[in-house]
Structures are given as structure tokens and as C-alpha cells.
């Protein structure tokens, strides 16, 4: 086989396809704001994917750009439905550039630590966190849960890594509105999801403090071992902030871990609206929160911090010998990701993160963020003005829960039942992506704000429409 066999026979005829799809992915974020929200991938496209394991090689060109209108809506400022970032246009040439180097973020001296690092000191001052801590850019904070209840558990069992847990009867603590990444941290790393106690919320969906009291002196009682407590800085469900500083105090009297799920909530600390409620994070022993929600990093990206950088790396480092570092060369450097978390093989992701934050600013992202909350703030009037919704929960973030009501005195399972199909036709004729949640047992539409591109008419679009359907689908008495 001939050097460079893989790569293009023609540079230029290479060169041109990919301006062209620069241009038209670049057109895509140009004109974002118009157009439905969300259009289903029809036929005869699924159908160009269903084929045999190709042979011999053919051009993708063309199939790639059909795919640019398919996606999942978030860049849209109608888009609603779950906590995804917008993006930027500018993330699309930091990936290019990320693409062309290929590295492996793993280790080893390049720039691709060298940006890392610095990336991961910025994090630190913004969440409040000691300079010295430590941290690791990830996929997501589903993986950075992980690591971070790992470093938990070998604190507190000091020999995990070579001898396992099982003689540490270990239980954790979060509240009954936390993420499901927290239960599944627990099930991957062996503790066992009925190890994770879940705490009762007060009235407006935070931890119940006194209950969590309560819970920890009796599994000490049973013979358990308390090993952590997450608090949660941005409920998925209401965007509900827990009392973090009332935690932290319960973790310091109780010798536990104190880890903070931030996945989207943290980033208030960039603005001024939310950040007095989630200054109790400077107290965390860790920290999970992702870059591509309310950052607006393109996907994906996400971060794990932790106030200790001795105890992050004591649970990851064990280089074997073909890793071993220099002083000298390529194996050098001062900074192996390896060291800090279960990946070697990592794809440069800090790059897009650095250019962010670099191009931006933060004061520019925390602008951003108090728009969507005041946005968000503005919708719950419109809520409350109107006669047949209602409002589920409190607004003390950026996500809206209610719900259509009908003058036709529907029970609550019509009730639920025509949400729902509000939401899905809502969806299916592009003109928003909300989504659905239960808020004491009701299904309510839920409405989270964190696209930078959303305006106050975009809001009363949705309310509108949400008024039209419900009554077309009274009136045709289809509920």
C-alpha cells in the first residue's frame, strides 16, 4: 500500500466539497431562526442508510448534506424540550480544526494538555472553587458522575482499587428530583442503585434537609456506611436549586462527600439572577456540569472538578509501563488525562471550549443566561394571564411547567392524555419542541429556555399555539 493511500486522489476536487459544505452548514446557522423546529427523517433517506457493508469506496458528499436538516431542533430558538445548548457557529470551525490535528487527548506533551489545563483553571474561578483543585473535560456529566462517586468511594475506602467494596455496605444520599446519571453512577460503579437513598423535596421541589438528617443517623443505626450526598444546582424536572449550603454543613458534620450535579444549573454562576442560590458550590467536593447546555458549547462536551487534585488523581493513576513519562519528548508534559479519569483514548474537545469562552467572554454568557431566566419569567405571566393554563410548579430557573385546561371538565387522565398530544402536534408541525414531565402525579407541558437565540415573541408563539391546538382537539372532540 502507497503513502497516504486513505487520503483524497484530488486536493482540490477534496478542497471544494468541504468549502461547499462549510458554506451550507454555515447557511444552516445563518438562517436558524426560520423554518420548523423539527422535521422526522422521511423514507427515503432512512432508506439510503439501510444498505450493505460497503466494499468498495463511493462519495458521501451528497448524502451528508441531505442529513443537515434532520437533526434534533436544539439550535432552533423554538426548540424547548430538554436542557440542550444552542451552539455557535464558531464551534464549528474549532471542531474542523480539532478534526485536522486528530491528537489523543490522553497525554503525552502537545497543546492539546497545555489548552486543557487552562480550560479547567477558568472553570475553577468561575465555580468558586480552590485554584489548586483538579478536573477533566469529558463527554458529559454522566460520565463525569461517575468519576466523581469513584474518587468518593476510594476516599472513604481507602483500598477499593485493588480489594473492591464489598465490605463497605456504602450508601449515598440525593433528593427525589435529582438526574437519573446519579442512580446510574451507583449501578456502574457497583455500589447498587438501592445504595442511593432518595430524599423527599420540600414544596417548591428542593432536598428536604431535615429529612436527609433523618435518613443518614438511621442507616448509621443499621450498620451502613454514608458515603455522599448530591445536591442538585438546576433540577432537570422544575429547575428547582437545592439549599447547597445547608448541605455542605450536613456533609461537613457527617464526614461525607459533598458532590454537586450542576449538569446545566452551574452556569448561573456566570450571571447575576442565580448566582447568590448557587454559591454554595465553592463547598463541593466535586462538581458534574456540562459545557454544550447552558455554556453553549457545541455538543458535546462536559467537566468534573474537584477540590482535592491529590484525591482525583490517586483514584485514576496507574500508567502502565509503555506510558511511562520523560523529562524530555513527545512523553513528556506535565498533565496526563489518563491520570484523572478512565479514558486514554480522548478526542480534543478543549479546543472548542478555549475558543468559546475566548471569542465570548463570560460576561457575555452570563448575559445570556439572565436573558433565558427573565425569559423564562416572562412566559410564567403569560402562563398566569391566561385562562385556561395553569401552572404546576415554581419558575426559579429557567424551566416552565404547565398545562391546558378545557372548559369541558376533562379528568385528569383526558387531562394528561391531551397534553401530550398537544406537545407531540406541536413537534410534528415544527412549530416548537416542548416536552412532557409529571409534576405530582399530572403530566405537564415543560418549557426550558436555555437557547441564546430565543426572544419573548418566540414564547408567545408557543402559548398561542399551545391555546389553538388544545381547543381544535376539544372542538373535533377528539378528547
Not at 445563518?30 to 442508510?49: A, C, D, I, M, Y
Not at 439501510?50 to 443537515?68: C, D, R, Y
Not at 472513604?156 to 465490605?167: D, H, L, M
Not at 436549586?241 to 461525607?256: H, Q, R, V, Y
Request: aromatic share 8%; glycine share 8%.
Amino acid at each position: 500500500m502507497s503513502r497516504g493511500d486513505l487520503d483524497p486522489k484530488d486536493w482540490d476536487l477534496f478542497r471544494a466539497n468541504a468549502h461547499e459544505m462549510l458554506d451550507k452548514s454555515i447557511d444552516k446557522m445563518e438562517n436558524v431562526n426560520s423554518g420548523r423546529v423539527w422535521s422526522p427523517v422521511p423514507n427515503n433517506l432512512r432508506n439510503k442508510f439501510e444498505e450493505k457493508l460497503p466494499v468498495e469506496g463511493s462519495t458521501a458528499n451528497n448524502i451528508i448534506n441531505e442529513i443537515l436538516p434532520y437533526g434534533v431542533g436544539n439550535t432552533h430558538p423554538r426548540f424547548f424540550g430538554w436542557v440542550h445548548g444552542a451552539g455557535t457557529p464558531s464551534g464549528i470551525i474549532a471542531d474542523i480544526a480539532s478534526a485536522s490535528m486528530n491528537v489523543n487527548a490522553g497525554g503525552r506533551d502537545h497543546v492539546a494538555p497545555v489548552i486543557e489545563k487552562q480550560v479547567l483553571k477558568w472553570c475553577l474561578e468561575i465555580m468558586g472553587m480552590p485554584v489548586d483543585g483538579s478536573g477533566l473535560i469529558v463527554s458529559g456529566t454522566s460520565v463525569a458522575t461517575i468519576i466523581a462517586i469513584k474518587v468518593a468511594r476510594d476516599q472513604k475506602i481507602k483500598n477499593s482499587r485493588k480489594k473492591g467494596i464489598i465490605q463497605g455496605k456504602l450508601v449515598g444520599y440525593t433528593s427525589e428530583q435529582s438526574h437519573s446519571c446519579i442512580k446510574q453512577a451507583f449501578d456502574v460503579l457497583g455500589l447498587g442503585t438501592d445504595a442511593l437513598r432518595v430524599v423527599p423535596c420540600d414544596e417548591n421541589f428542593e432536598i428536604d434537609l431535615k429529612s436527609l438528617r433523618k435518613m443518614i443517623s438511621q442507616d448509621r443505626a443499621n450498620g451502613f456506611t454514608p458515603l455522599c450526598v448530591v445536591g442538585t444546582a438546576g433540577a432537570v424536572n422544575v429547575g428547582a436549586i437545592d439549599d447547597l449550603e445547608g448541605i455542605a454543613a450536613i456533609a461537613k458534620s457527617e464526614d461525607l462527600w459533598f458532590h454537586v450535579d450542576g449538569a446545566f444549573g452551574a452556569a448561573g454562576l456566570l450571571g447575576k439572577l442565580a448566582s447568590d442560590r448557587l454559591s454554595g458550590i465553592s463547598h463541593a467536593d466535586s462538581l458534574a456540569f456540562d459545557f454544550h447546555k447552558w455554556f453553549q458549547v457545541n455538543y458535546e462536551a462536559g467537566c468534573v472538578l474537584f477540590k482535592s487534585e491529590a484525591a482525583h488523581r490517586s483514584s485514576f493513576a496507574d500508567r502502565a509501563e509503555y506510558l511511562r513519562g520523560s523529562e524530555r519528548g513527545l512523553a513528556g508534559g506535565d498533565f496526563w488525562a489518563v491520570d484523572y479519569g478512565p479514558e486514554l483514548s480522548r478526542g480534543f474537545r478543549s479546543l472548542k471550549v478555549w475558543a468559546h469562552l475566548k471569542e465570548h467572554g463570560v460576561e457575555a454568557l452570563g448575559n445570556s443566561i439572565d436573558r433565558n431566566i427573565r425569559l423564562a419569567q416572562y412566559l410564567e405571566n403569560r402562563v398566569k394571564s391566561e385562562k385556561y393554563l395553569v401552572s404546576m410548579a415554581p419558575t426559579p430557573l429557567n424551566i416552565n411547567c404547565f398545562r391546558f385546561i378545557s372548559s369541558s371538565n376533562l379528568i385528569d387522565s383526558k387531562l394528561d392524555a391531551l397534553n401530550e398530544e398537544i406537545v407531540i402536534l406541536l413537534q410534528e408541525r415544527g412549530i416548537a419542541v416542548p416536552s412532557t414531565t409529571r409534576i405530582n402525579n399530572q403530566l405537564a407541558i415543560r418549557v426550558n429556555i436555555t437557547n441564546h437565540r430565543t426572544q419573548e415573541s418566540d414564547l408567545d408563539l408557543l402559548v398561542d399555539a399551545i391555546l389553538e391546538i388544545g381547543e381544535e382537539l376539544i372542538r373535533n372532540k377528539v378528547f
